[in-house]
């Protein structure tokens, strides 16, 4: 008998010692949850798309004739005037071309009066026939091909001094100085643009449409207000009139560019701005709250509460938009579920819930929403 206790002493210290080591697992506690009644209603849709302030015209202007940039009396976002010195260039070459011109004009008149007197001189000759008439045919050919050359030279000339005129670059019309392309010192080659410059005027309003949405735009564009424009640095809205729209998408974007004409909104260049597409409401349609809606395993989802066993569950559903902090489903709930609207992430499929009950006040109770738990 003391032999048998011996040998069952081990064996009661092994399971005692197993017993410890294995602990029961604690129970998941019970969540509070806020939920929401799953209703039908309308949603009312909208696209927004955003937009920048540009000018209706906007000038590159650049020289004429090639040469090396001495100067530039503008700056950036500058105010010009019509006909405004902006830039000039060195014209010593151009110079030097304009007085070659002007020498070949007074040799060519010289040639000129001097064939002119040829001719004279040889009428005279003809008539008291000491030369034949083809000869005095001859010296008219030479008059007249003297003359021509004049007036080829008196043309280069006027060239030359336009060639010259172009050192200076002016301003087309009155604007405002929104790019500088070169400095001074720099070599230009002609028709390097120089400045850019937007020119008083009408603005346009300038946004980007997806392919998708051009023609739903067109159309909005033909009802009053259902194209609006709202600036970034105010909450006011005024309505637009589409006047250019793409007729090909941008290669790199894949979106049409839409041009509307600003009005008489007070805006600047280079102004952010939101261009808001109104759409019809849609009726029977299910919302949530932006919050109830969570992404799991890639797909959408909502907890779903089933009141009996105060569990929850998760539901994929379909989005079909936004209505500003709503959620538009599709398709995977239908009216009268209970969905959770916070807490949504710290959830678990099965788990135990229970509604959440805010607390109360002295002065007054709280009161639940009526379409929610």
Not at 34 to 43: D, E, N, P, W, Y
Not at 135 to 156: G, N, P, Y
Not at 213 to 223: F, N, P
Not at 293 to 311: E, I, P, R
């Amino acid at each position: 008998m003391p032999h048998l206790l011996r040998l069952a002493s081990p064996l009661l210290l092994a399971a005692l010692l197993s017993a410890c080591g294995k602990q029961a697992a604690a129970p998941e506690p019970e969540r509070a949850v806020r939920t929401q009644l799953v209703s039908v209603g309308a949603a009312s849709a909208s696209h927004e798309y955003a937009a920048e302030v540009k000018p209706r015209i906007e000038s590159r202007l650049s020289f004429r004739v090639g040469g090396k940039l001495l100067s530039r009396a503008v700056n950036l976002g500058d105010t010009v005037k019509a006909g405004q010195v902006l830039a000039r260039m060195d014209a010593q070459d151009l110079k030097l071309a304009e007085a070659a011109a002007s020498a070949a004009v007074r040799a060519a008149r010289t040639n000129r009066d001097q064939a002119g007197q040829d001719y004279k001189r040889f009428v005279d000759l003809e008539r008291q026939g000491f030369i034949s008439a083809a000869e005095l045919e001859r010296r008219d050919s030479a008059f007249k091909a003297a003359q021509a050359q004049l007036e080829q030279a008196k043309a280069q000339a006027d060239v030359q001094g336009n060639q010259a005129a172009y050192a200076q670059l002016v301003a087309d019309g009155a604007g405002v100085v929104t790019g500088i392309n070169a400095e001074p010192g720099q070599v230009l080659a002609a028709g390097t643009p120089v400045f850019s410059v937007a020119l008083d005027g009408p603005r346009d309003i300038v946004f980007s449409v997806p392919e998708d949405q051009i023609e739903r735009v067109k159309a909005a564009a033909a009802k009053p207000g259902a194209l609006k424009v709202r600036l970034w640095a105010g909450d006011k809205t005024a309505p637009l009139t589409l006047r250019e729209v793409s007729a090909a998408a941008d290669p790199a974007t894949r979106t049409f560019l839409i041009k509307a004409d600003a009005g008489k909104l007070d805006v600047r260049l280079g102004q952010s701005a939101t261009v808001v597409l109104d759409l019809p409401a849609q009726q029977g349609v299910i919302k949530v709250p932006l919050a109830a809606v969570l992404q799991q395993a890639g797909k959408t989802s909502v907890w779903v509460l089933d009141g009996g066993s105060m569990t929850v569950k998760p539901v994929s559903v379909q989005v079909a938009g936004a209505d500003g902090n709503d959620v538009a489903i599709a398709s995977g709930l239908n009216p009268g579920q209970e969905v959770v609207i916070a807490g949504v992430h710290v959830l678990s499929p099965g788990q135990k819930v229970k509604r959440y009950v805010p607390p109360r006040s002295d002065t007054a109770p709280a009161v639940a929403p009526a379409a929610s738990r």
